[in-house]
């Protein structure tokens, strides 16, 4: 079984940045690929950032330019750095953690975390 909690959310004004954390327990992340998705209010859950376990990246084109994934296997947590932000990246993001294969968008994730808010003001 494996825990993922986010933290690093917070309230930012547009152009400014944030780091989100995915932690990991329980066991290790090496071998699972890793994706960040969010949900605003009213909308589905999407698909922002993902890294495989061998850390090839891949971005939704919103973000793409804009934000970076990144993984620590030896922290055991994995990051999404968010630079230039716009009032249209507020939501609640969430990390993910899956060692199957498959389109990022739609597969099945074996692990999920709570979230954490992310708001940019404009």
């Known amino acids: 079984q494996v825990q993922l909690v986010e933290s690093g959310g917070g309230l930012v004004q547009a152009g400014g940045s944030l780091r989100l954390s995915c932690a990991a327990s329980?066991?290790?992340?090496?071998?699972?690929?890793m994706g960040w998705f969010r949900q605003a209010p009213g909308k589905e859950r999407e698909f922002v950032a993902g890294i495989s376990w061998r850390s090839s990246t891949y971005y939704d084109d919103s973000v793409k330019g804009r934000f970076t994934i990144s993984r620590d296997n030896a922290k055991n947590t994995v990051y999404l750095q968010m630079n230039s932000l716009k009032p249209e990246d507020t939501a609640v993001y969430y990390c993910?953690?899956?060692?199957?294969?498959?389109?990022?968008?739609?597969?099945?994730?074996?692990?999920w975390g709570q979230g954490t808010q992310v708001t940019v003001s404009s």
């Open positions: 329980g066991r290790t992340l090496s071998s699972y690929d």
């Open positions: 993910a953690a899956d060692r199957g294969s498959g389109s990022w968008r739609s597969r099945e994730y074996d692990y």
